[in-house]
């Protein structure tokens, strides 16, 4: 009977902590996946069991000593008296703790599952197994918008022939004439793709998506001649809005409206979709907006991400990266090494 009416008050109170849980779990867990806390009736039933069980086990011992006992003694000094029963004082303590541990075992149980959850969590590619050095250059620099590319390039080569590093490639923020992208069939009566305002675009440079081990599932990766005259990677679901019924690869993209005077970039990719939403488009979720991977001619970026693909084995990676990467950059510049997912783990 304590046993029943310990788990019912833990099932309420867990009810309430639940309730908790679920305002306090940020909306954009939701874009990995992860759906707000819910009662499992599984997790209920193993947790009354265990409950039960550790009732059972807790009085099966004293019972089991308390048969080996002669009765004689017991009963004569319990006869008679004035003291009122001791076993009676601590009934509605012993339904507290009842109820404290079926709260416990259901809350535990809940964030247990969360977790292993979040662990085995598939991102779709080897995410965990890259580095990212996030470069800015301070104002105090004072170094023109070339200069400022030529010395990321050079930090770029720098990572790529450390030993240890299997692949590297600078990725950083780009964006479209108002926020709007259109093709060769747009000019023809087409549709056109709208980016998120100030999401939606990476400027990526050539081997990206090989460091990051994302599919290229028509055409290629980007390459070293794509960066004089630019050139362009769409997403699966972005490919599919500009052109319906015909491959992307081989048609041209402008980052911008007719009016822009953006230049015409050859599309030579498509790739998988894939969320990078911990990295560079934190305001959308899967799905949710078109995505453009672009090589930028004459690129300014004053701030910008190396990706390391550090080879099998190899230790001591960050450390070297980090050394070169202060040897790379000018003064004043700020530059910080961790793993790709650490945005995803810290949230």
Known sequence: MLALVGCVAGAVVATWVVSLMTSATPEEMSWYGFVQPQWSIRVLGLSALCVFASVGIAGAFPAWQASRTDPAGPLKEGS??????AGTRFRWLVIAELALSMTLMVGTSLMLKSVVKMGRYDFGYDARGLLAAQVQFSWRASLPPG??????????????ALPGVRGAALISGCSADHDVVITDRTVEGGPQALLPRGEGCANASPGLFGTLGVPVIEGRDFTEGDVAGGAAILDEKTAKQLFAHESAVGRMLKMGDLRSTKPWMPIVGVVRDQELGFNYFPEIGPDSGS??????PKATRPIGEIVIRPAPGATGVAVAVSRELKAALPPGSWSRLRSWVSAYEED
């Open 80 to 85: 008679g008296g004035t003291t009122g029963r």
């Open 291 to 296: 995505v453009v991977y672009a090589a930028l």
């Open 147 to 160: 200069e400022r590319e030529r010395r990321f390039n050079d930090a770029l080569d720098r990572v790529r």
